[in-house]
């Protein structure tokens, strides 16, 4: 069910989507398939709304002018050429998605790369004979592909979208927004340019500002500690250096006193001898 949910994703982070059956009483695929999507989204985090099942008597909620991933029961033909120009509308059922697709609107980064790596995936599942129950081969395909998906989001997240970040740039900066998308390759430019403007990527944005803060004060926590133990090594060098000083005078003048009482000894063996 996350596939069928793929194509939400991969059109627009903030987007607005609609997940529904085509038939009356399947409405219980929605849920899955909105949740999916939510997973799709690792490591970014949904903050639009979220009603995997919404009820008929709240339809107007479609008309919401705020991002949401809904799902929904049977939309009729009119209300689905309605929502075609403002949502991207999965049904859930027929695995059909409808994404309206405006001028200009950049792709996911390394979308080919990533349709022929997962092809053989997809192509399993696709042919599957039902929804609801799944083979061990189909169950690994579904592992495969959605480790592949995840690999594919972390590394376009964490290892090139936000690998410009640095603790003082500022969100609400153009200047700071121009520079982290410069720093990326510029067949990604276009797709990060549009997602500055998700909350998703405001939100990822902060946790990655909050993470190398917390990372640089426990830096400088532990860099306070290793000087505190540095110069209490120091003290105990000088001070052990101050106890060998101690004993090595008290060492030569023992040998002294020592070499002293040879030269006594020889001196009176002398005079014994001298006297016999």
Not at 146 to 151: A, N, P, Q, V
Not at 183 to 205: C, E, I, N, Y
Request: glycine content about 4%.
């Amino acid at each position: 069910m996350s596939l069928w949910s793929l194509g939400a994703q991969c059109h627009h982070v903030d987007s607005l989507s609609i997940f529904h059956p085509s038939c009356c009483g399947m409405y219980m695929l929605t849920t899955p398939c909105s949740l999916s999507c939510i997973a799709l989204l690792y490591p970014l985090i949904w903050q639009g709304t979220l009603i995997p099942v919404l009820p008929s008597t709240l339809e107007d909620l479609l008309d919401a002018p705020v991002p949401y991933i809904l799902g929904t029961q049977v939309l009729c033909a009119q209300r689905m050429a309605e929502l075609e120009e403002a949502a991207v509308i999965v049904d859930c059922d027929r695995l059909q998605i409808v994404a309206r697709v405006m001028e200009g609107d950049p792709e996911l980064p390394r979308l080919a790369q990533l349709t022929e790596e997962l092809a053989p995936f997809h192509d399993l599942l696709l042919a599957s004979p039902s929804k609801f129950s799944s083979s061990s081969e189909e169950k690994m395909a579904l592992r495969q592909l959605m480790t592949g998906l995840r690999k594919h989001t972390t590394v376009l997240v964490e290892d090139t979208l936000f690998k410009g970040i640095t603790r003082d740039m500022d969100f609400e900066n153009g200047e700071d927004v121009d520079t982290l998308i410069r720093a990326v390759p510029k067949g990604m430019r276009a797709f990060l340019r549009a997602m500055v403007q998700t909350q998703q990527f405001s939100v990822h944005f902060h946790k990655m500002q909050e993470m190398y803060t917390r990372s640089e004060e426990a830096a400088q926590t532990m860099l306070k500690k290793l000087d505190e133990m540095i110069s209490a090594a120091e003290e105990e060098v000088e001070a052990t250096r101050e106890v060998i000083e101690v004993h090595t005078k008290r060492l030569h003048e023992q040998e002294v006193r020592l070499q002293t009482c040879y030269e006594a000894k020889e001196k009176m063996l002398a005079q014994l001898q001298h006297r016999s």
